[in-house]
T-cell receptor
Framework: NAGVMQNPRHLVRRRGQEARLRCSPM?????VYWYRQLPEEGLKFMVY????????ESGMPKERFSAEFPKEGPSILRIQQVVRGDSAAYFC????????????FGPGTRLTVT | GIQVEQSPPDLILQEGANSTLRCNFS?????LQWFHQNPWGQLINLFY???GTKQNGRLSATTVATERYSLLYISSSQTTDSGVYFC?????????????FGQGTRLTINP
C-alpha cells in the first residue's frame, strides 16, 4: 500500500509566480490535510478537505492561497503571486476517517521563492 | 485553543545513552502522534498513541490522557536518532480534526 505521495519534492519559484503543490492520499483515504512548516518552526495546520469539499480552512492565509480535492485526482494547494515569506516546507497528510484517526504524512514539498 | 508544550527543547547525548522526551497538552485530545523529522526534513510517523503504552524496537511511548501528558523513550541511542521530535494532538472538540504540533525537541546524538 503506497504511502502519501507529494510532488514536486522541491519547487523554486520567482516572486509573483504561481506554485501548485500536489498530494495523492493513501489508497482508501478520502480525508486530506495540509500543513506548513516555516524555517526553524513547527508545523501549522492550513486546511482540511474531503473529496470535493473544504471542511476547515481556518489555517489558510486569507489571500493568494487556495486548496481543492476533486472527485478524481490529487489534492492541490495553490499559491498565487508567491512572496519570499511563502518559502517553507508544505506537508500533506491523509486519514481513512476523520476524528481521532491516525494521520499519515507525505514527504513534503519544499518551496523556495527567489 | 489547545496548547502543546514539549521538553526539553534541546538534548545532546552520547551514542548509547537513553532519553525521555515529554509532551504536555492543555485539554482533552482525540489523537496524539509522535514524529521524527530527520536532518533531511522527512517527517516519520513514530507512534499513534492517544492513550496507553506502545513499543517499537528501541522506542516506546506512553500517554496518560487523564493527566494530559505523553512520554517518548529512546533507548541505546544511535546517531541516526538525531533530528527533531514532534508531538502533535488532535483537540477533543467535535469537528476539530486538525493536528496541533508542539515546537519539538531537537535531539543530537554524538558518536
Amino acid at each position: 500500500n503506497a504511502g502519501v505521495m507529494q510532488n514536486p519534492r522541491h519547487l523554486v519559484r520567482r516572486r509573483g509566480q504561481e506554485a501548485r503543490l500536489r498530494c495523492s492520499p493513501m489508497k482508501g483515504h478520502s480525508h486530506v490535510y495540509w500543513y506548513r512548516q516555516l524555517p526553524e518552526e513547527g508545523l501549522k495546520f492550513m486546511v482540511y478537505l474531503q473529496k470535493e469539499n473544504i471542511i476547515d480552512e481556518s489555517g489558510m492565509p486569507k489571500e493568494r492561497f487556495s486548496a481543492e480535492f476533486p472527485k478524481e485526482g490529487p489534492s492541490i494547494l495553490r499559491i498565487q503571486q508567491v512572496v519570499r515569506g511563502d518559502s517553507a516546507a508544505y506537508f500533506c497528510a491523509s486519514s481513512p476517517l476523520p476524528g481521532g484517526y491516525e494521520q499519515y504524512f507525505g514527504p513534503g514539498t519544499r518551496l523556495t521563492v527567489t | 485553543g489547545i496548547q502543546v508544550e514539549q521538553s526539553p527543547p534541546d538534548l545532546i547525548l552520547q551514542e548509547g545513552a537513553n532519553s525521555t522526551l515529554r509532551c504536555n497538552f492543555s485539554d482533552s485530545v482525540n489523537n496524539l502522534q509522535w514524529f521524527h523529522q530527520n536532518p533531511w526534513g522527512q517527517l516519520i510517523n513514530l507512534f499513534y498513541i492517544p492513550s496507553g503504552t506502545k513499543q517499537n524496537g528501541r522506542l516506546s511511548a506512553t500517554t496518560v490522557a487523564t493527566e494530559r501528558y505523553s512520554l517518548l523513550y529512546i533507548s541505546s541511542s544511535q546517531t541516526t536518532d538525531s533530528g527533531v521530535y514532534f508531538c502533535a494532538v488532535e483537540p477533543g472538540i467535535q469537528g476539530a480534526q486538525k493536528l496541533v504540533f508542539g515546537q519539538g525537541t531537537r535531539l543530537t546524538i554524538n558518536p
